[in-house]
């Protein structure tokens, strides 16, 4: 699925950059970012931590992904810093459509 959206995003224009698991995306926290695409299940540690730690260093926005698109889990998301949820699977044009809105900080 990263691999998937990653494709996606490089294909409309975007720079992107992967990290394989959550603590990866850690360490990489340290960079700019105009935005953060994040599943909330990765290996290691979760999707939730990681939107936590970059709520905690700023205000990049996030884009929290789930196949778990129950309300609980949209609201888990949001709660710790996501500003939107796509869950999986979903239509390559609603993930460009929010990423667009994101960037654009609607």
């Not at 960079?31 to 260093?57: F, H, K, N, T």
């Amino acid at each position: 699925m990263a691999h998937m959206v990653r494709r996606m995003l490089e294909r409309a224009g975007h720079q992107v950059d992967w990290a394989p698991s959550g603590e990866a995306a850690l360490e990489k926290l340290g960079q700019a970012y105009d935005l953060v695409v994040c599943d909330l299940v990765m290996p290691g540690v979760s999707g939730l931590e990681v939107i936590r730690q970059v709520r905690a260093q700023g205000s990049t926005p996030v884009l929290a992904l789930s196949a778990s698109v129950s309300a609980k889990s949209q609201s888990e998301a949001m709660a710790a810093g996501a500003q939107a949820f796509l869950g999986k699977p979903f239509e390559g044009q609603a993930l460009l459509a929010l990423v667009e809105r994101l960037l654009a900080g609607a």
